[in-house]
Nanobody
Framework: QVYLVESGGGEVQAGGSLTLSCVAS???????????VAWFRQTREQDRAFVAGICYNGGGTDYDDSVWGRFTISRDNAKNTAYLQMNNLEPEDTALYFCAANLMTMTRSAAQYDIWGQGTQVTVSA
């Protein structure tokens, strides 16, 4: 089993920055470096939407157009941790951010991820 815990959310003004962390706890026989990881975000108006994804070895990344050039996803498999560096934040980035993982493929579809954290709230004021 793999469990994910996000942290790093908070309240910032537009133009500010935050770094989210996603720490994985793994049972014996399970290894974080085997998992594809992605960040999603959810608001009252919208179900979980893809933000960014990273391959199991960090060799490939993908970003939604709305965050391209502002957000950077990365991972440190030695620390069982994935990150989302968010710069130049906009009020439209306000959401509950989730980390997700799967063994199969790095995809933009939330339905393809079977492991989720509890989420961390990001609030950006104008």
């Amino acid at each position: 089993q793999v469990y994910l815990v996000e942290s790093g959310g908070g309240e910032v003004q537009a133009g500010g920055s935050l770094t989210l962390s996603c720490v994985a706890s793994t049972a014996p026989g399970y290894f974080f470096h085997n998992y594809e990881v992605a960040w999603f975000r959810q608001t009252r108006e919208q179900d979980r939407a893809f933000v960014a994804g990273i391959c199991y070895n960090g060799g490939g990344t993908d970003y939604d157009d709305s965050v391209w050039g502002r957000f950077t996803i990365s991972r440190d498999n030695a620390k069982n941790t994935a990150y989302l560096q968010m710069n130049n934040l906009e009020p439209e980035d306000t959401a509950l951010y989730f980390c997700a993982a799967n063994l199969m493929t790095m995809t933009r579809s939330a339905a393809q991820y079977d492991i989720w954290g509890q989420g961390t709230q990001v609030t950006v004021s104008a």
